[in-house]
C-alpha cells in the first residue's frame, strides 16, 4: 500500500483538471460521433475512449507505487524499445490517410510514434541528468541531437511530421532548462531557420499542400483546405453561448472532417460556443501550470528534466492543435491532449500524468 503520507502529496488539482477534461472529451466524442458510427452501437467510441481511460487510471495507481527515479535505469532500454518499435512501423505497419504509421495488435490499432514522445522524454532526461550545466559548445550540443535526430528521422519516414515537430518542441524545452548557452541556443534556432528553404524540398506533396492552404485555404477549397474551412465555420457559428450538445450542423450533418480526433475542439466552439471554448482552454492552462509548476518543485534535476519534457509535449499539443483548428496554424495531425479520440494519444497523455503526480508526490524525501 501506498505510504499515506505520500497519498497527502498528490497534486489534486492537476487530477481534478484531467478527469475534467476526460468527461467533458467523452460527452463531445459522443456528440460528433452518435450519427456517423455504424451498425447498432452509437456510442461505440465514447465507450472504448471510457473504458481506457479506466484502464490507463489504474495504470497510473500502480505507477505511484514506484518511485520516479527508477525510470532512468530503463532509459537506455526503453531507447531501444522505441527504436525497434518504429521500425517494425516500416516493415509490418498499416497504413492509413496516407500514412504508414500504426501496427495492428489484435481489435486493437496502436500508433507507435505517440509512445514514442513519451520514451523520448525519459531518454532525454537521462541523457540530460549527466550534462546539466555543460552544454556551452556545438560539441557538447552534437550528440545531443544525434540522439533525438535518430527517432526523429522515423518519425518522418512514416511520414508523420506532427509528431517529429513535437520532438523539437520537446528537445528544445528540454535543453533550455539543462542550461545550454543562450547565445548556442539563439545560434542553433537561426541555423534552423535559414534551413526551411531547403526542408521544404523533403516534404512531402501533401505536407507542402498543408502550408499553402495554411495561408490561402481558398487555394484547394475542396482538398487540402477543407479542413481548415469547415472548422472555422464550426467554431465562428457557435458564436457566444453554442448551438448546444448535439446540435452542431456542421458536425451533425458530417461536414466538418475528423470532428472527434483531430477537429474535436471544432465541434466544442460549435456546440459550446465562446464561453465553453474558453472554459477548456482554462482547464489546459491549469493543467500546463501544474506541470510547469512541478518541474519547479522536483526533488532532484532528473524529475525537473521529466516533468520539462512533458509540459513542453503537452502545451506544444494544445497550441498547435487549437491553433489549427482556428486557422492560425497550418494542420498537421497533432490530436488535442485527453479530448481527442484515440487510445495511443489517451495513454500516452495519462502515464505522463502518472509521472507528474509521482514527481510531485516524492517532492520531499518522506520516509517509508
Same mark, same amino acid.
Given at each position: 500500500?501506498?505510504?499515506?503520507?505520500?497519498?497527502?502529496n498528490l497534486d489534486f488539482t492537476l487530477i481534478i483538471t484531467v478527469?475534467?477534461?476526460?468527461?467533458?472529451?467523452?460527452?463531445?466524442?459522443?456528440?460528433?460521433?452518435?450519427?456517423?458510427?455504424?451498425?447498432?452501437?452509437?456510442?461505440?467510441?465514447?465507450?472504448?475512449?471510457?473504458?481506457?481511460?479506466?484502464?490507463?487510471?489504474?495504470?497510473?495507481?500502480?505507477?505511484?507505487?514506484?518511485?520516479?527515479?527508477?525510470?532512468?535505469?530503463?532509459?537506455?532500454?526503453?531507447?531501444?524499445?522505441?527504436?525497434?518499435?518504429?521500425?517494425?512501423?516500416?516493415?509490418?505497419?498499416?497504413?492509413?490517410?496516407?500514412?504508414?504509421?500504426?501496427?495492428?495488435?489484435?481489435?486493437?490499432?496502436?500508433?507507435?510514434?505517440?509512445?514514442?514522445?513519451?520514451?523520448?522524454?525519459?531518454?532525454?532526461?537521462?541523457?540530460?541528468?549527466?550534462?546539466?550545466?555543460?552544454?556551452?559548445?556545438?560539441?557538447?550540443?552534437?550528440?545531443?541531437?544525434?540522439?533525438?535526430?535518430?527517432?526523429?528521422?522515423?518519425?518522418?519516414?512514416?511520414?508523420?511530421?506532427?509528431?517529429?515537430?513535437v520532438f523539437i518542441a520537446i528537445l528544445f524545452g528540454m535543453i533550455?532548462?539543462?542550461?545550454?548557452?543562450?547565445?548556442?541556443?539563439?545560434?542553433?534556432?537561426?541555423?534552423?531557420?535559414?534551413?526551411?528553404?531547403?526542408?521544404?524540398?523533403?516534404?512531402?506533396?501533401?505536407?507542402?499542400?498543408?502550408?499553402?492552404?495554411?495561408?490561402?485555404?481558398?487555394?484547394?477549397?475542396?482538398?487540402?483546405?477543407?479542413?481548415?474551412?469547415?472548422? %472555422? !465555420?464550426a467554431i465562428g457559428s457557435g458564436m457566444l453561448l453554442g448551438k448546444? /450538445?448535439?446540435? &452542431?450542423?456542421? #458536425?451533425? *450533418?458530417? =461536414?466538418?472532417?475528423?470532428?472527434?480526433?483531430?477537429?474535436?475542439?471544432?465541434?466544442?466552439?460549435?456546440?459550446?460556443?465562446?464561453?465553453?471554448?474558453?472554459?477548456?482552454?482554462?482547464?489546459?492552462?491549469?493543467?500546463?501550470?501544474?506541470?510547469? %509548476? !512541478?518541474?519547479?518543485?522536483?526533488?532532484?534535476?532528473?524529475?525537473?528534466? /521529466?516533468?520539462? &519534457?512533458?509540459? #513542453?509535449? *503537452?502545451? =506544444?499539443?494544445?497550441?498547435?492543435?487549437?491553433?489549427?483548428?482556428?486557422?492560425?496554424?497550418?494542420?498537421?495531425?497533432?490530436?488535442?491532449?485527453?479530448?481527442?479520440?484515440?487510445?495511443?494519444?489517451?495513454?500516452?497523455?495519462?502515464?505522463?500524468?502518472? !509521472?507528474?503526480?509521482?514527481?510531485?508526490?516524492?517532492?520531499?524525501?518522506? /520516509?517509508?
Amino acid at each position: 500500500m501506498l505510504n499515506r503520507r505520500l497519498l497527502k502529496n498528490l497534486d489534486f488539482t492537476l487530477i481534478i483538471t484531467v478527469i475534467s477534461i476526460i468527461i467533458t472529451s467523452l460527452i463531445i466524442i459522443g456528440s460528433a460521433t452518435h450519427i456517423n458510427t455504424p451498425g447498432e452501437d452509437r456510442y461505440w467510441y465514447v465507450q472504448r475512449q471510457g473504458l481506457f481511460a479506466i484502464a490507463n487510471f489504474l495504470i497510473i495507481f500502480v505507477m505511484l507505487h514506484f518511485d520516479y527515479k527508477s525510470l532512468s535505469r530503463y532509459a537506455n532500454i526503453l531507447y531501444f524499445i522505441n527504436l525497434v518499435m518504429l521500425l517494425a512501423v516500416m516493415f509490418v505497419g498499416q497504413s492509413a490517410l496516407g500514412a504508414q504509421r500504426w501496427i495492428q495488435i489484435g481489435p486493437i490499432s496502436l500508433q507507435p510514434s505517440e509512445f514514442s514522445k513519451l520514451i523520448m522524454i525519459i531518454a532525454l532526461a537521462n541523457i540530460l541528468d549527466k550534462r546539466t550545466g555543460k552544454l556551452n559548445t556545438i560539441k557538447d550540443v552534437i550528440p545531443i541531437f544525434v540522439y533525438v535526430g535518430i527517432p526523429f528521422l522515423l518519425v518522418m519516414k512514416q511520414p508523420d511530421l506532427g509528431t517529429a515537430l513535437v520532438f523539437i518542441a520537446i528537445l528544445f524545452g528540454m535543453i533550455y532548462v539543462a542550461g545550454i548557452n543562450t547565445r548556442l541556443l539563439m545560434m542553433i534556432f537561426g541555423a534552423g531557420i535559414a534551413f526551411m528553404p531547403i526542408f521544404w524540398h523533403f516534404l512531402k506533396d501533401y505536407q507542402k499542400m498543408r502550408l499553402t492552404v495554411f495561408i490561402n485555404p481558398n487555394v484547394d477549397p475542396l482538398g487540402s483546405g477543407y479542413h481548415i474551412i469547415q472548422s %472555422k !465555420i464550426a467554431i465562428g457559428s457557435g458564436m457566444l453561448l453554442g448551438k448546444g /450538445l448535439f446540435e &452542431g450542423t456542421q #458536425s451533425q *450533418l458530417n =461536414f466538418l472532417p475528423e470532428n472527434h480526433t483531430d477537429f474535436i475542439f471544432a465541434v466544442v466552439g460549435e456546440e459550446l460556443g465562446f464561453i465553453g471554448a474558453t472554459i477548456i482552454l482554462l482547464l489546459y492552462f491549469i493543467m500546463l501550470y501544474r506541470g510547469v %509548476k !512541478i518541474a519547479g518543485v522536483a526533488r532532484d534535476n532528473f524529475g525537473t528534466l /521529466l516533468a520539462t &519534457g512533458i509540459s #513542453s509535449m *503537452l502545451t =506544444f499539443h494544445v497550441l498547435v492543435n487549437v491553433g489549427m483548428n482556428a486557422g492560425i496554424m497550418p494542420v498537421t495531425g497533432i490530436p488535442l491532449p485527453f479530448m481527442s479520440y484515440g487510445v495511443s494519444s489517451l495513454t500516452t497523455n495519462l502515464v505522463s500524468i502518472g !509521472i507528474l503526480l509521482n514527481i510531485y508526490m516524492r517532492r520531499q524525501k518522506i /520516509l517509508f
